[in-house]
Nanobody, 115 residues
């Protein structure tokens, strides 16, 4: 079955950096787009970044120039490098894939940015 396991969250001061990882299994990872989403308390879940099979990336306007999504198909892992973090980046970050028409989510990893 599809499994997505996020790691790398934590607490950091504004201006700091974190690198999130999402290890995937249960589907042919290299053939699928991978996504990062986030959800802050009281807010809807929002898309942060997407990476294609070939490595092309798209970003939400709020994170452009600060976050970088990447993937390593050899180890079935997608990453989110987050630099210049702001308090408004505080949220639970989720890894996501749409496989056979169904959306799968990891358990999420908390990112807290203090001012």
């Amino acid at each position: 079955q599809v499994q997505l396991v996020e790691s790398g969250g934590g607490e950091v001061q504004a201006g700091g950096s974190l690198r999130l990882s999402c290890e995937a299994s249960g589907f042919p990872f290299s053939l699928y787009y991978m996504n990062w989403y986030r959800q802050a308390p009281g807010n809807q879940r929002e898309s942060v970044a997407t990476i294609s099979r070939s490595g092309s990336a798209t970003y939400a306007d709020s994170v452009k120039g600060r976050f970088t999504i990447s993937r390593d198909n050899a180890v079935n892992t997608v990453y989110l490098q987050m630099n210049s973090l702001k308090p408004e980046d505080t949220a639970v970050y989720y890894c996501n894939v749409v496989f056979t028409g169904r959306s799968y989510w990891g358990q999420g990893t908390q990112v807290t940015v203090s001012s």
